[in-house]
């Protein structure tokens, strides 16, 4: 696949709370000829949720399991009773013709990518959003929670935090510090898209 592709594909990698959304809104607003990967879920949309504006494709469970079938995602996976794919042609497009495509992926489509993708035209960025606590603190400050949701959230959290060894960058947006994590990471897409 490394003599077809020109272009770079940067996985974002975080835990809930970190503030990536913010960092991923930034960097749209600074780069809006980029590419942004969206995302087919199995969920229906959460209340004022507009599928023309976000990040995620809603889809049968149906037409997923046929898009599976086909091997039309570069990965997927199950969060919440959910499943979560990247259709892989949106970002092989990109890829091939030289673009760049950003993307927000859990650890665990990180490792599938990581097996399909070359590493010269990959980058995974990491967010580190601080502790626990202080992500929690962020979390229920967003919305209200069951402590079975915190629970998830807390387990995930400490799965992502074994993702940072994956990362070939890691941005930190610790509490007051989120002016300097969105100068970071335009750095990193500034160095990507230099490169290119």
């Not at 980029?34 to 976000?54: I, K, L, N």
């Not at 919440?80 to 030289?98: E, F, I, M, W």
């Amino acid at each position: 696949m490394n003599d077809i592709l020109s272009g770079q594909f940067v996985l974002v990698m975080a835990p809930s709370g970190s503030g990536k959304s913010t960092l991923i809104r930034d960097i749209k607003e600074v780069y809006p000829d980029m590419s942004f990967a969206r995302t087919h879920t199995t969920r229906v949309p959460r209340p004022g949720e507009d599928p023309q504006t976000g990040t995620y494709d809603f889809v049968s469970n149906e037409t997923f399991d046929a898009n599976i079938a086909a091997g039309a995602y570069l990965e997927w996976a199950t969060f919440g009773g959910h499943r979560y794919g990247t259709p892989a042609a949106d970002v092989l497009n990109v890829l091939k013709s030289g673009g760049t495509v950003l993307k927000e992926m859990d650890l665990q489509g990180v490792k599938q990518v990581r097996a399909l993708i070359p590493p010269e035209h990959l980058t995974v960025v990491y967010i580190d959003g601080g502790s626990w606590e202080a992500l929690k603190e962020r979390i229920l400050a967003r919305a209200p929670m069951s402590a079975e949701q915190l629970e998830l959230r807390k387990e995930r959290f400490l799965e992502e935090e074994k993702g940072k060894g994956e990362a070939d960058v890691i941005v930190e947006n610790h509490d007051g510090n989120v002016a300097k994590a969105k100068e970071r990471f335009r750095a990193c897409i500034a160095t990507i898209r230099e490169r290119l």
